[in-house]
């Protein structure tokens, strides 16, 4: 049974942080480049920051760049985006995927969770 499971969303104050986990199970996290995706009311969903099997490399969105980080620990099967500096803008649903042959350089996820909800208010 594969799983994503996020979990770290609420509702914060702009300017406030958060840390979102996403937890796998049931296939080999460690080959596998995760990322975190959105999706806000009346928007398409979004890319958000994606981070490659080893660590090695990461990605973000020019909306969140130098706001949100992503990591992951291996040992735990888990991947965290760290956000900071929060607008309300960055209000949405925040889900976590995985994919396993596309370097975080595709859209085509193969495994997705079933989001945490992320609210900044004003």
């Known amino acids: 049974e594969v799983q994503l499971v996020e979990s770290g969303g609420g509702l914060v104050q702009a300017g406030g942080s958060l840390r979102l986990s996403c937890a796998a199970s049931?296939?080999?996290?460690?080959?596998?480049?995760i990322g975190w995706f959105r999706q806000a009311p009346g928007k398409e969903r979004e890319g958000v920051s994606c981070?490659?099997?080893?660590?090695?490399?990461?990605y973000y969105a020019d909306s969140v760049k130098g706001r949100f980080t992503i990591s992951r620990d291996n040992a735990k099967n888990t991947v965290y985006l760290q956000m900071n500096s929060l607008k309300p803008e960055d209000t949405a649903v925040y889900y976590c995927a995985a994919e396993l042959l596309f370097q975080c350089r595709a859209s085509r996820y193969d495994y997705w969770g079933q989001g945490t909800q992320v609210t900044v208010s004003s």
């Open positions: 049931g296939f080999t996290f460690d080959d596998y480049n």
């Open positions: 981070i490659r099997s080893s660590g090695g490399s990461t």
